[in-house]
């Protein structure tokens, strides 16, 4: 049966998203793709240089941008998708604004959260003006300065590792796997920068899972002096000369540590998207623990929601890098493709 004339909506325009829309669409399926901020693109539009090789983000924006112009494809922007139920033989996508659309399957690629630094309240986020997240240093990236919150220009930066991840009292146990390999890039950015500024990394374990990642902790190592202190930051606060305090328990050398800082760089996690977490709730989609979608089988179903006509890409599901979000997104193609041929 030839299928090509079914209706596909895919809820989220972030990597996941574009990369399936623009993947289907190339294969002859009218796809609507829908995005509740103004534009696609999802965090990678905040992202300057991306780790394992430093290429600007904007070469993976374009890619992405290249890969939804297309004839077959509609991008709706601004607008949620509310709600996703079972109409005749495909489905119904609510969406804010009121309006619906009927499709034969939807992939969801929702994406993740950052987690909110202000709920780590020992590290003074939102309190101390030098107390940022690395998604705001790569703002600072973007911008091309990286200066204290006065303007004036860092003699020693701290990197924290797991906020927000591996860690019981906020609820997440999950390791978000991208912040370790982030840190270490971040670091090299930083020295390349501002040759005289110290840069520290504060780590629990370090988690070089991916391809590159091991050599790109080496040369930061060896290339650009970057420090590693074993140690977990008890808690920050500001001396008389307005200048970030950190106490830290230094594991390997097995003593307590204080260090003062002129930025310190919350590495936050990547939890489940709030939109995502109300759209699975009002579409009966189950969630795992840490709250992530749960897939219909960890194997050989990881994109499977285990409800008809509706498949799953990306960081919806748990923490992966950008490789891993566009594999995911194909292979949620293909799950698709499948169904519908099935049908
Ligand atoms: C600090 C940091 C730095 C990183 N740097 C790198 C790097 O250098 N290299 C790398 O490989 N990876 C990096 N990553 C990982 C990368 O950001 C992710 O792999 C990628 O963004 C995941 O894409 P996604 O589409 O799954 O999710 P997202 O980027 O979160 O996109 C999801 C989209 O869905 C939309 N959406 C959500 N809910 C709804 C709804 N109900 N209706 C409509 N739209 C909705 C959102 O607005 C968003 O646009 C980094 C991650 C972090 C946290
Ligand atoms: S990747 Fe590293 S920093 Fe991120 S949660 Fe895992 S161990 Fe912590």
Redesign the pocket.
């Known amino acids: 049966m030839k299928t090509t004339s079914a209706h596909i909506v895919v809820?989220?325009?972030?990597?996941?998203?574009m990369e399936a829309a623009g993947t289907l669409a190339e294969m002859g399926y009218r796809v609507t793709m829908?995005?509740?901020?103004d534009e696609?693109?999802?965090?990678?539009l905040q992202?300057h240089?991306?780790?394992p090789d430093r290429r600007p983000?904007d070469e993976v924006r374009n890619y992405l941008r290249k890969h939804i112009e297309q004839r077959n494809l509609s991008i709706i922007t601004g607008?949620?998708?509310?709600k996703i139920r079972h109409h005749g033989s495909g489905v119904l996508v609510s969406l804010s604004g009121g309006t619906e659309e009927k499709a034969d399957a939807v992939i969801v690629?929702?994406?993740?959260d950052?987690f909110d630094a202000r709920r780590k309240e020992e590290y003074g986020y939102g309190i101390y003006d030098n107390v940022i997240t690395?998604?705001e240093l790569?703002g600072m990236f973007n911008r091309g300065r990286v200066a204290k919150a006065d303007g004036s220009v860092p003699a020693r930066i701290g990197l924290i590792h797991c906020v927000g991840s591996r860690d019981e009292k906020v609820n997440n146990n999950h390791c978000?796997k991208?912040?370790c390999v982030?840190a270490v890039?971040q670091a090299i950015e930083i020295r390349k920068m501002l040759p005289s500024c110290e840069v520290f990394c504060f780590y629990m374990d370090m988690r070089m899972y991916g391809p590159y990642y091991e050599e790109l902790y080496r040369e930061s190592q060896e290339f650009h002096n970057v420090n590693f202190i074993r140690g977990k930051v008890s808690e920050a606060s500001v001396n008389i000369n307005n200048r970030l305090v950190i106490k830290v328990e230094d594991t390997l050398a097995g003593r307590p540590l204080k260090m003062e800082l002129d930025i310190m760089v919350l590495?936050?996690g990547?939890e489940m998207?709030g939109?995502?977490m109300?759209?699975a709730e009002s579409s009966g989609m189950k969630r795992g623990i840490n709250r992530f979608l749960e897939t219909a089988d960890h194997h050989y179903g990881n994109n499977l929601s285990g409800i008809k006509g509706i498949f799953y890409?990306?960081?919806?599901t748990a923490p992966?890098?950008?490789?891993?979000?566009i594999s995911h997104a194909r292979a949620a193609v293909a799950e698709t493709v499948r169904y519908l041929n099935s049908r």
């Not at 690629?109 to 993740?112: L, R």
């Not at 890409?313 to 919806?316: E, H, I, K, L, R």
């Not at 992966?320 to 979000?325: L, Q, S």
């Open positions: 809820a989220g325009g972030g990597v996941a998203g829908i995005e509740k901020d696609p693109g999802g965090h990678l992202w240089a991306l780790f983000a607008t949620t998708v509310e690629a929702t994406g993740f950052l690395s998604a790569e978000s991208v912040c982030t890039k590495m936050v990547m998207a939109a995502g109300k759209l890409a990306g960081t919806c992966m890098n950008i490789t891993d979000t």
